[in-house]
């Protein structure tokens, strides 16, 4: 017994040692992918900046540049240099987040989008809340009840929510509940009477002004934010829901939800234990692109709202011909896209017994 004994014990062990290596091969191979992907990212984002018809000499000096001034700076900017060159001097500033110094506000972007991403993020947060805490109850419910009164009134709503434009649907909103009712604040992020009694520890002005105990602050934050948060949410909701209730129908027509219902488990039960969870990772996928597609569309919103934020800013770099700023906030886009989507990998490989048996 004793010859055989660390026999025995010696499998687990070379087992686990084979399941390590494995995981630590897949995992280098998701980094390498997540890596050449931002690499692909960066190359597109720099390559596009260059193609584009605008002058990046004439957008910092102006039209009415001599020729000398002009190629001076032609020299100062680097665009003598070989196209090559100066895709590698770009990489080299990208990864030390330095995108360049915006030409609308004189300041580094890094600054410029740290500044006003907080105030997109705290948007595109609320609508995700807003449309997940709904859509995904609505899409359950609609396949549940399929081909009902209420399944069509959720599909119209979804349908209203993806095609309806965020700016035709804000200036509505304006229209009726903030000029005609006065329910809400109006544009901005908050009343100027309120504005220099936040003091910015977060960035998120419902945080800030919530840490702070300012309740008045506070209430007059939400009045703001809760309209374009709604409109927002509504996208949010309709691709959330639409998405839930496909995964759903697949689902309650499978032999299990049949043999659980024949076992004498009730509806209701049948659904949300055992069907919700085979698609739940599913729904969390849907959700966190779902999140990423707010941050970017934003933008009208933003506009419609003078909300100072992300979009705002990226719009307005656009109309100014700012290639800085277009092209780092276009590189963030990207990279919140990757990002998100590598998260949604990792949960499908974490919860998804099928994935690891597959990797096994």
């Given amino acids: 017994m004793s010859l055989i004994e660390p026999t025995a014990g010696a499998q687990p062990a070379e087992t686990l040692?084979?399941?390590v290596a494995e995981h630590a091969a897949a995992l280098a191979k998701?980094?390498?992918?997540?890596?050449?992907?931002?690499?692909?990212?960066?190359?597109?984002?720099?390559?596009?900046?260059?193609?584009?018809?605008?002058?990046?000499?004439?957008?910092?000096?102006?039209?009415?540049?001599?020729?000398?001034?002009?190629?001076?700076?032609?020299?100062?900017?680097?665009?003598?240099?070989?196209?090559?060159?100066?895709?590698?001097?770009?990489?080299?500033?990208?990864?030390?987040?330095?995108?360049?110094?915006?030409?609308?506000?004189?300041?580094?972007?890094?600054?410029?989008?740290?500044?006003?991403?907080?105030?997109?993020?705290e948007l595109a947060t609320l609508a995700a809340l807003i449309g997940t805490s709904l859509g995904i109850p609505a899409g359950v419910l609609s396949a549940m009840?399929?081909?009902?009164?209420?399944?069509?009134?959720?599909?119209?709503?979804?349908?209203?929510?993806?095609?309806?434009?965020?700016?035709?649907?804000g200036l509505m909103g304006l229209v009726l509940f903030y000029a005609a009712l006065g329910w809400i604040g109006g544009p901005g992020r908050i009343d100027f009477m309120y504005e220099f009694d936040v003091h910015k520890v977060t960035g998120f002005y419902?945080?800030?002004?919530?840490?702070?105990?300012?309740?008045?602050?506070?209430?007059?934050?939400?009045?703001?934010?809760?309209?374009?948060?709604?409109?927002?949410?509504?996208?949010?909701?309709?691709?959330?829901?639409?998405?839930?209730?496909?995964?759903?129908?697949?689902?309650l027509s499978q032999e299990y939800v049949i043999t659980a219902r024949v076992k004498g488990l009730s509806w209701a039960r049948s659904v949300w234990i055992h069907a919700f969870r085979n698609v739940a990772v599913?729904?969390?996928?849907?959700?966190?692109?779902?999140?990423?597609?707010?941050?970017?569309?934003?933008?009208l919103t933003e506009t419609v709202f003078a909300w100072p934020g992300f979009g705002r800013y990226l719009t307005n770099a656009m109309l100014a011909g700012d290639m800085n700023a277009v092209v780092g906030c276009s590189l963030l886009i990207g990279v919140i896209f990757v990002m998100l989507n590598l998260i949604c990998d990792l949960l499908y490989r974490i919860f998804d017994p099928r994935t690891r048996q597959e990797q096994s």
């Fill in 17 to 19: 040692g084979v399941r």
């Fill in 30 to 121: 998701l980094l390498v992918s997540v890596a050449v992907t931002l690499l692909g990212l960066a190359a597109l984002t720099f390559f596009i900046g260059r193609l584009l018809p605008i002058d990046p000499v004439v957008s910092v000096l102006g039209d009415n540049a001599s020729q000398e001034a002009y190629q001076k700076m032609y020299v100062l900017l680097g665009l003598d240099k070989p196209l090559w060159e100066q895709f590698l001097i770009y990489l080299k500033h990208v990864c030390m987040l330095d995108f360049g110094t915006s030409l609308t506000t004189g300041h580094p972007v890094s600054e410029d989008i740290a500044r006003v991403f907080p105030a997109t993020l």
């Fill in 145 to 169: 009840y399929r081909n009902t009164w209420f399944d069509h009134c959720i599909r119209f709503i979804g349908l209203l929510g993806h095609s309806a434009p965020n700016f035709w649907l």
């Fill in 206 to 251: 419902l945080i800030d002004t919530a840490i702070a105990g300012n309740w008045e602050a506070f209430r007059n934050v939400f009045s703001h934010l809760i309209l374009p948060a709604s409109i927002l949410g509504l996208s949010g909701l309709s691709y959330i829901s639409r998405m839930t209730r496909s995964f759903m129908i697949e689902q």
């Fill in 282 to 299: 599913q729904v969390v996928t849907v959700v966190a692109l779902s999140y990423a597609f707010l941050l970017e569309g934003a933008v």
